[in-house]
């Protein structure tokens, strides 16, 4: 079993910037692909940022420029850089991964951006 732990959601203005935190509960070079799913109310979960099982990066077009994926081996995290926010990227925001046929999340952390 592992444990997706997501931190460093909140309230920003539109045009700020946050910092998603997702540390797992073991190395992370054993959990590819993993990343970023959001889910907006009355909305599908949608995939944000995700590193692949090749560890290249995909991100979705309506983040692309504004939001960075990025990881730490030596702490099992995995981060989402979110600049330049729109109302439109509130949402709970997801870590996933998804090793070899299991299908793993956390608990979500609510972003929320004002106008």
């Known amino acids: 079993q592992v444990q997706l732990v997501e931190s460093g959601g909140g309230l920003v203005q539109a045009g700020g910037s946050l910092k998603l935190s997702c540390a797992a509960s073991?190395?992370?070079?054993?959990?590819?692909?993993m990343g970023w799913y959001r889910q907006a109310p009355g909305k599908q979960r949608e995939s944000v940022a995700v590193?692949?099982?090749?560890?290249?990066?995909n991100y979705a077009d309506s983040v692309k420029g504004r939001f960075t994926i990025s990881r730490s081996n030596a702490k099992n995290t995995v981060y989402l850089q979110m600049n330049s926010l729109k109302p439109e990227d509130t949402a709970v925001y997801y870590c996933?991964?998804?090793?070899?046929?299991?299908?793993?999340w956390g608990q979500g952390t609510q972003v929320t951006v004002s106008s």
């Open positions: 590193f692949s099982r090749s560890s290249t990066t």
């Open positions: 073991r190395s992370i070079s054993t959990l590819y692909p």
């Open positions: 996933n991964a998804q090793p070899y046929g299991y299908d793993y």
